[in-house]
């Protein structure tokens, strides 16, 4: 599956920035994602950089943030933060860090397995209807969503592909049920709502 890079560019003409063509594939099978938006935080794009390169205020980053609308951020189901990785990362001597990659697709292929004899479908696809049947969380992750919905101001898509993000992170995890830290860790991967909802 090829999954193309598709930039939010925010920047002036004199300071496009684009993302690019990256092969994902087993991402693909277990979430049914097509599309990946870069979008960079801050107009000079160092914000939160360790070498401190960033000098923008706050006033200018949420100016900056303010350009992307609230109906493109519900339709992305993950708002993740990607760091430079360290120099002490790159060298071939540093040990790995995490799950091998052959051991993270073995669990997305059981995780796809499992939503495929569930509902014929990878949950990406699930209809509002299916979400309310499949997805539905235990009673402490229904109260925590609430809180999140009504603190972050999400709407009813945001939602909805929160649940959808939740029920595929139980499925990693091989449970059977949504749980609240199914629910936590899918709420935290709206950081962009986070942001729009401190400003």
Same mark, same amino acid.
């Given at each position: 599956? @090829?999954?193309w890079t598709k930039p939010v560019d925010l920047s002036p003409p004199s300071q496009k920035n684009y993302g690019h063509l990256i092969e994902i594939e087993f991402l693909h /099978?277990?979430?049914g994602i097509r599309d990946c938006h870069w979008v960079s935080c801050n107009g000079c794009h160092h914000l939160g950089d360790a070498s401190g390169r960033c000098h923008c205020s706050a %006033?200018? $980053?949420q100016r900056y943030r303010a350009r992307i609308s609230g109906p493109l951020l519900d339709r992305i189901d993950l708002h993740v933060e990607a760091p430079r990785v360290a120099r002490e990362a790159l060298r071939p001597d540093t040990p790995p860090d995490g799950e091998t990659s052959s051991a993270v697709a073995a669990r997305v292929d059981t995780a796809r397995e499992r939503q495929l004899a569930r509902s014929n479908k990878p949950n990406a696809r699930l209809t509002t209807r299916e #979400?309310? /049947?499949h997805c539905k969380p235990d009673a402490a992750g229904q109260q925590l969503l609430e809180r999140a919905m009504e603190q972050l101001g999400l709407s009813a898509r945001a939602y909805h @592909? #929160?649940?959808k993000v939740a029920r595929? #992170?139980? %499925?990693l995890a091989g449970s059977e049920n949504v749980m609240s $830290?199914? $629910?936590a860790e899918? $709420?935290?991967y709206r950081v962009l709502d986070r942001h729009k909802a401190s400003a």
């Open positions: 599956m @090829r999954l /099978k277990c979430s %006033d200018q $980053v #979400i309310n /049947k @592909r #929160i649940l595929t #992170i139980a %499925d $830290v199914h $629910v899918a $709420v935290g």
